[in-house]
């Protein structure tokens, strides 16, 4: 069974400088051993708690995560998912 987690990673960019991004990792839950990270998905750390509380409820197979978070970086953008100011 895997368990999905936020990751909080402090980047820098050559062209915006130093900023704080949420990337998504996912780990064996008997072990907490990561298997698979994508590093800076989100700049919301609301955005990656949802897509993080989808993949959990939903059971999502590790395999299946980098086409996640590609439709994800589309849909959260969406109305139905507003942000928080």
Same mark, same amino acid.
């Not at 955005?47 to 978070?69: D, G, S, T």
């Given at each position: 069974?895997? +368990?999905?987690?936020?990751?909080?990673?402090?980047?820098?960019?050559?062209?915006?400088?130093?900023? &704080?991004?949420?990337?998504?990792?996912?780990?064996?839950? =008997?072990?907490?051993?990561?298997? +698979?990270? +994508? =590093? #800076?998905?989100?700049?919301?750390?609301?955005?990656?708690?949802?897509?993080? @509380?989808?993949?959990? %409820?939903?059971? /999502? @197979? $590790? +395999?299946?995560? %980098?086409?996640? &978070?590609? #439709?994800?970086?589309?849909?959260?953008? /969406? $109305?139905?998912? $507003?942000?928080? =100011?």
């Amino acid at each position: 069974m895997y +368990i999905y987690k936020v990751v909080k990673e402090n980047l820098q960019n050559c062209e915006f400088g130093s900023y &704080v991004a949420y990337g998504i990792a996912v780990c064996l839950k =008997s072990t907490n051993i990561i298997l +698979i990270s +994508i =590093s #800076d998905v989100f700049l919301e750390k609301e955005r990656a708690k949802k897509l993080v @509380e989808l993949c959990n %409820k939903n059971n /999502l @197979e $590790p +395999i299946h995560l %980098k086409e996640v &978070v590609e #439709d994800a970086v589309g849909w959260m953008n /969406l $109305p139905i998912f $507003p942000k928080k =100011s």
